[in-house]
C-alpha cells in the first residue's frame, strides 16, 4: 500500500485535466448514501424486522420485484429530489467540468442522477447517461460504454429502486456483475480507479477494482480496511476530506472549479465595459464543458502535426487564432487545416489578419462541415481573482486548464522571440505547449480572450491572454473605438512563446 495525501490526489487530477487524459473511473458505494442521508443497512433490517444481513438476505430473497419495489421505494430516496445534498452537488460539478466521465456506483438511489440533472455548470441530458444494470441488455453495454457521447456515464451495478430490478442477495449481487463483466471489463482496461464510500468488502467488486491494468486509488476518511492492507499497489489516501459529503466540495474548491451563481435576473445591471469597449456579443453559444471541447479545433502544422489551437464563434460563425502561431503556415502558402474534437480535418480559408499585433487575431472562414455550437465573447472587464478556465486542442486530447486572474490591468512583457508585447492580461493557469489561440472562457463559457504565451511549470504557472476587449471589433469585421484610458504596466519579466 503506497499512502497518499490529499493534495497528491489533487494534484494527480489536475495534471489528467490539463494534459486532456482521462480521468479515472470512479466507484461509489453505501458510504455516499449515508453521509447524503439514506438509511443505513441498520435502519433496514429495524424496517423489516430481521437482526442481520443474512436475516434480511432470507427475506428479501422470497419477495417479488413489484413487492421489493413497494417496500423500498420510499427507504432509497428523498422525498424532496430537488435538495441535492452539497456532495452530490460537487459530483455532479465535477462531472460536468470533465474531472469524471465514468461512474460505476453499488447505490440504487436516484441521488446522483438529481444532482446531474440540475448541475452547475448545466450538464445538459446529451451529456450523460444513466445505465442501469438488470434493465439494459447486457449485450448493448459495451457499445453504451464506448461510445464517446453522452461524455458522462453512470453505471448503477446493483439495479436502481425506480426500476423493480434489484440486487440484494449475495447471490443476486454476484449474478448482476457476472452478467455484465464481459461488456464491462473491456470498457474499463487499464483505466484507474478511485475509490469513494466502498469498502471493497465485497469479492467481486474488489476483483472489478483491483484488475483493470490501472492504478487503484482508495479514500476513507479514518484507516484501510485489514482485507486491503495487503494491496501493494493501491494508493490510499486516509483523510478527514474523504467523507463522501466533504470528499467533492473538497475537490471542487482545490480544483478551482466552484459551480457559478445563478444567472442574474433581466432587470440586473449589467458590469461596466472599458470606456470605448464595445459591447459583449449576444449570441447563442456554448454554454457546457461539453460545448466548450466541441468549438475548439487544432491548427495543422507542417506535416499535418497540431501546432496551436483556435476556437469556433457561435457569431460571426468564424474561427479565430493566433496569428503569430498561423503566420509562417500562411506565408509559406501551405494552407491551414483544423483538427476538429471528432478528429476529422477540414481547410481553412484565411478571411484577414490584424497586424496592429503581434498577436493578431487571425479570422478562419469556418468550414461548412464544422459542428459545435460555437462560443460567445464578452468584452467586459475582468478583476484580479475571476476563475477562468482554458481550452488547448493542441494534440489530440483537448486539455483543460484552471486558474485565475492575478491582475486587472494589462501589462507589457518581454516575449522572445518577438519584444515587447503590450495589452496583455496575467493569469496563474497552467498550459500546455500549443496553447496558442486557445481560448480562455469564463464561468458562463464565454470568451475573455485567448492564450498567446504562458508556463507548463505548476510551481510558476504565469500565463498571458490577449483580452477579447481588444480584438473583438475586428473580428466582428468593424472599426471600433480604442479605449485610451487603459493602464499599462511594463514588465522585465521575460516569456516563452508557446
Known amino acids: ?49 430481521v437482526a442481520d444481513f443474512d436475516s434480511f438476505s432470507k427475506f428479501i430473497a422470497t419477495t417479488t420485484p413489484a413487492e421489493r419495489y413497494r417496500y423500498l421505494a420510499d427507504f432509497l430516496q428523498k422525498r424532496q429530489p430537488a435538495e441535492v445534498t452539497p456532495g452530490y452537488q460537487a459530483l455532479a460539478t465535477l462531472c460536468a467540468q470533465n474531472a469524471f466521465d465514468l461512474v460505476l456506483t453499488t447505490n440504487m438511489d436516484p441521488l446522483l442522477d438529481d444532482a446531474l440533472t440540475a448541475a452547475r455548470p448545466p450538464l445538459w441530458r446529451k451529456d450523460f447517461l444513466l445505465i442501469v444494470n438488470g434493465v439494459i441488455r447486457s449485450d448493448r453495454l459495451g457499445l453504451l460504454l464506448r461510445g464517446q457521447t453522452p461524455r458522462v456515464k453512470v453505471v448503477k451495478l446493483h439495479g436502481e429502486v425506480l426500476q423493480p430490478f434489484m440486487a440484494w442477495t449475495v447471490e443476486e449481487m454476484n449474478t448482476f456483475l457476472a452478467e455484465i463483466a464481459p461488456s464491462l471489463e473491456p470498457a474499463i482496461a487499464g483505466r484507474d480507479v478511485l475509490v469513494v464510500g466502498h469498502s471493497l468488502r465485497d469479492e467481486r467488486i474488489r476483483d472489478l477494482a483491483q484488475t483493470t491494468g490501472g492504478d487503484l486509488w482508495f479514500t476513507h476518511p ?114 491551414l487545416e483544423l483538427i476538429a474534437s471528432d478528429g476529422r480535418r477540414h481547410k481553412a480559408r484565411v478571411l484577414r489578419t490584424n497586424a496592429a499585433h503581434p498577436f493578431g487575431p487571425t479570422v478562419l472562414e469556418a468550414p461548412a462541415a464544422l459542428e459545435g455550437p460555437g462560443l460567445r465573447v464578452d468584452a467586459s ?118
Not at 457559478?260 to 470606456?275: F, S
Request: overall charge positive; some cysteine; charged content about 20%.
Open 1 to 49: 500500500m503506497v499512502e497518499r495525501t490529499f493534495a497528491e490526489l489533487v494534484r494527480d487530477l489536475r495534471q489528467r485535466r490539463t494534459l486532456g487524459e482521462r480521468p479515472p473511473v470512479l466507484l461509489l458505494g453505501a458510504g455516499a448514501s449515508v453521509d447524503a442521508g439514506i438509511g443505513a443497512m441498520d435502519e433496514l433490517y429495524k424496517f423489516f424486522g
Open 222 to 335: 479514518v484507516k484501510v480496511p485489514d482485507h486491503l492492507a495487503g494491496d501493494a499497489a493501491m494508493r490510499a489516501v486516509v483523510a478527514p476530506e474523504a467523507a463522501f459529503e466533504k470528499f467533492f466540495p473538497a475537490l471542487v474548491e482545490a480544483l478551482l472549479l466552484q459551480a457559478p451563481a445563478p444567472p442574474a435576473a433581466p432587470a440586473a445591471a449589467a458590469p461596466r465595459a472599458r470606456p470605448g469597449a464595445a459591447p459583449p456579443i449576444v449570441a447563442k453559444g456554448a454554454g457546457t464543458l461539453d460545448d466548450l471541447l466541441a468549438s475548439v479545433v487544432a491548427v495543422a502544422g507542417p506535416g499535418g502535426e497540431p501546432s496551436s489551437t483556435a476556437f469556433l464563434l457561435a457569431e460571426p460563425r468564424v474561427v479565430v487564432c493566433d496569428a503569430f502561431a498561423v503566420r509562417p503556415m500562411i506565408e509559406a502558402s501551405q494552407g
Open 381 to 498: 472587464p475582468m478583476k484580479a481573482g475571476d476563475i477562468v478556465q482554458v481550452a488547448v486542442a493542441a494534440g489530440e486530447k483537448t486539455g483543460i486548464s484552471t486558474g485565475a486572474i492575478t491582475a486587472a490591468v494589462e501589462t507589457a512583457i518581454e516575449i522572445a522571440p518577438i519584444g515587447r508585447v503590450r495589452h496583455l492580461v496575467s493569469m496563474n493557469a497552467v498550459v500546455r505547449p500549443g496553447s496558442s489561440g486557445a481560448p480562455v472562457v469564463d464561468n458562463t463559457m464565454a470568451v475573455r480572450g485567448f492564450i498567446v504565451a504562458g508556463s507548463s511549470d505548476e510551481t510558476n504557472p504565469a500565463s498571458l491572454m490577449y483580452p477579447s476587449w481588444r480584438w473583438m471589433d475586428f473580428v466582428l469585421g468593424r472599426k471600433g473605438n480604442r479605449p485610451r484610458t487603459a493602464r499599462v504596466t511594463k514588465k522585465r519579466t521575460k516569456r516563452k512563446k508557446k
